[in-house]
């Protein structure tokens, strides 16, 4: 559900405080548009992605999956629930946020990226290298994707290749 014309105001104040980095400003206007429209999805994406910012991962856990619930059809929710999930260790949900986000909007090399660390980090080297891959193909000046990329290869002792992604 979009954000409701009553609050709207309040929504893009509590917006320009999250980006002028007044977080504790921007949660208490998040919160207060949420006890008014328990349903702005929007909103509740914003505050569990400041939670995040936070270090507060169960209850950015909660609000994003809460937002998601409300409205699926938003790539980078789930790539910031995946996010969530990785830095809890749950490196099986997180691969399927990511997984989710990807099947929305394939075009950001940095849920590439993501997945592949995540697939990394769960010992799924070849699944890890395919997804580096894609991210250089989607952003050829990518620095993230060729060094994590290259260090996969370093890993393996595939070191020819790692000096052909690392330049």
Not at 51 to 72: G, H, N, S, V
Request: glycine share 4%; with cysteine; proline share 3%.
């Amino acid at each position: 559900m979009p954000v409701p014309e009553h609050v709207q105001a309040v929504y893009t104040n509590a917006l320009h405080k999250h980006l002028e980095g007044d977080l504790s400003a921007a949660e208490k206007l998040y919160r207060e548009i949420i006890n008014q429209a328990p349903d702005a999805a929007q909103v509740i994406h914003h505050l569990g992605f400041l939670l995040q910012q936070t270090d507060r991962l169960a209850e950015a856990f909660d609000l994003l999956t809460a937002a998601i619930k409300l409205e699926e059809n938003h790539a980078e929710w789930h790539f910031n629930l995946g996010i969530v999930l990785s830095r809890q260790g749950l490196i099986s949900s997180a691969i399927d946020a990511f997984s989710n986000a990807i099947a929305i909007d394939p075009d950001k090399y940095f849920y590439w990226t993501n997945l592949g660390a995540a697939f990394e980090s769960n010992g799924e080297l070849a699944r890890a290298e395919q997804c580096y891959d894609t991210a250089t193909k989607i952003d050829s000046s990518c620095p993230d994707a060729f060094y994590l990329l290259s260090t996969l290869y370093i890993k393996q002792e595939r070191y020819i290749e790692a000096r052909h992604s690392n330049y």
